[in-house]
C-alpha cells in the first residue's frame, strides 16, 4: 500500500484529499507547515508528496530545493493557488514532477498520484549498495563482501531500509512502521532481534546503535 504526505495547511483541503486518498486505498499522512514536510518526506518511508506551495515556516520552493539537494528522487506534485506560467515554471524547475493549480478535480489528481507512483517503480534501482555490502532487489540476494548470505523475507526487507538510508538513524518506530507495516507493543524487541540477526550476517559493527535515537548502518 502506497504512503501520500499530503503538505498542505487548508484544513477543508488536506480532509478532501485524505478522505479521497483513502477510498482509493492509500495510507496518508497530512502536515500543515513547510517543515515539517521537508522532515517526514526526507525519512524515506513515504511514495509520494502532494505539496502546497503557500505554506507556513518555509513555503513549498523551498522545500523542494533542500528535498531535492539532499538528493531525494521523493516524487512531488504541487498543488497551489497560484496557476501562473511562472509559478509552473519555478515548481518544475525546482524538482517537482508534476504540477496543478487549485481549484481541482480529484479525480485528476488520483490520476496523476498513479501516474508519478507508475513512473517511480519504472526507474526504482534493481541494486542497492554500500562498500562491502549489496542488495540485489530482484533476486533477493545479498552479498556481504566476496560472499552470498541468505537472509529470511523479514531480514531481507531490514536490510532494505537501512541501504535505501545509509548513514542515516532510523529509530525503531520507523523500522517497525515500514518492516512490519503495524505498530508492535511499546515494549517490544523485535526490532533489536532482527537487527541482532543481521549483525551476526553482516558483521557486528556494520550497524551501530545510536543511543536513544535508533539504528545506523555504518
Known sequence: MSRILIAEDELRISSFIEKGLAAAGFTTVTVSSGLDALDYALTGGFDLLVLDIGLPGIDGYEVLRRLRAEPSTLPVIVLTARDSAEDTLASLQGG?????????????????????????????????????????????????????????????????????????????????SRVWGYDFDPGSNIVDVYVGYLRAKFGAARIETVRGMGYRLR
Open 96 to 176: 517537482a514532477n508534476d504540477y496543478m493549480a487549485k481549484p481541482f478535480r480529484f479525480d485528476e489528481l488520483l490520476a496523476r498520484i498513479r501516474l508519478r507512483l507508475t513512473d517511480a517503480v519504472r526507474v526504482a534501482p534493481a541494486l542497492l549498495a554500500v562498500p562491502g555490502l549489496e542488495l540485489d532487489l530482484r533476486t533477493r540476494r545479498a552479498i556481504v563482501g566476496d560472499r552470498q548470505v541468505d537472509l529470511s523475507a523479514r531480514e531481507f526487507a531490514l536490510a532494505e531500509e537501512f541501504l535505501r538510508n545509509p548513514d542515516q538513524v532510523l529509530s525503531r518506530e520507523q523500522l517497525l
